[in-house]
């Protein structure tokens, strides 16, 4: 197994197709965030190992399955002069499953319907799990689609998933402790979700948009959040400053008049 990093175009291909599964993991990671925000510390974090776990076992479990894979690029119906494949049919499916989920999300972060008992809490663990194993498969099988693409080697992809999961482990949590102290950048979370799931659905329906437009978009548009977070931030460490520097002065101010 190892003879086949004895190459450098072998780790040509692990380089190129980490950086690749790690953009086509920017989705999954920020699905997990949004969804695991509302969750207790301890049950977040959780969450958050279980669906990379599952990610992980996906991604290697469809490995194994290329013949199937390939096949699923095969048209099995036509409808408005499109052929389907099974591949149309699960983005399109989830790509509907991310615009409903977001759109739920966003109603209940504007109208603040967020919280419940302890109870509602368990089962939304449950609900939560069973969310991220729908997704992790929609994302897994478009990404595993293109690693086949780039690589010939199997030893080369499992090895650039496993880096890529880990990545994505890593980058999870900070990303999800950053979602859940700052709301605005929750609903720009969903908002980023809302456009996934229509890029998605278009795929399925043969109108593909590249990613690359989609990515630059959410990089900018995360980069004037930051900028936001950031000088709301300065804002109220100067108000607080200002704050206590004149408390000392008032009484001596009334004494004066």
Same mark, same amino acid.
């Given at each position: 197994m190892l003879e086949v990093f004895s190459t450098p175009e072998a780790w040509a291909a692990l380089l190129t197709l980490t950086a690749m599964e790690i953009v086509l993991g920017i989705d999954n990671v920020v699905f997990i965030s949004v969804l695991v925000a509302k969750l207790p510390e301890h049950q977040a974090k959780r969450a958050r190992q279980v669906g990379l776990g599952l990610a992980l076992v996906f991604r290697i479990g469809l490995l194994f399955m290329l013949t199937w894979l390939i096949g699923l690029k095969e048209p099995v119906f036509s409808a408005l002069g499109h052929g389907f494949s099974w591949r149309d049919i699960i983005l399109i499916a989830g790509g509907g499953f991310l615009i409903v989920k977001a759109t739920l999300e966003l109603h209940n972060s504007i109208e603040g319907e967020e919280h419940g008992s302890k109870g509602a809490v368990q089962k939304?663990?449950?609900?939560?799990?069973?969310?991220?194993?729908?997704?992790?498969?929609?994302?897994?099988?478009?990404?595993?689609?293109?690693?086949?693409?780039?690589?010939?080697?199997?030893?080369?992809?499992?090895?650039?998933?496993?880096?890529?999961?880990?990545?994505?482990?890593?980058?999870?949590? =900070?990303?999800?402790?950053?979602?859940?102290?700052? =709301?605005?950048?929750?609903?720009?979370?969903?908002?980023?979700?809302?456009?996934?799931?229509?890029?998605?659905?278009?795929?399925?329906?043969?109108?593909?948009? =590249?990613?690359?437009?989609?990515?630059?978009?959410?990089a900018f548009a995360l980069l004037v959040e930051i900028l936001n977070v950031v000088a709301k931030g300065r804002k109220a460490k100067l108000a607080s400053i200002a704050g206590v520097s004149d408390a000392p002065t008032r009484p001596a101010d009334r004494t004066a008049r």
């Open positions: 939304a663990f449950a609900i939560i799990i069973a969310q991220i194993i729908v997704i992790d498969l929609v994302f897994s099988i478009d990404s595993i689609i293109t690693a086949i693409g780039m690589a010939e080697s199997i030893e080369v992809m499992i090895a650039a998933v496993m880096i890529a999961v880990a990545v994505m482990y890593l980058s999870s949590g =900070p990303i999800s402790d950053f979602v859940s102290r700052h =709301p605005t950048t929750k609903v720009l979370a969903l908002a980023f979700l809302l456009l996934i799931g229509m890029v998605l659905v278009a795929d399925g329906f043969g109108f593909h948009v =590249p990613k690359g437009y989609i990515y630059s978009a959410m």
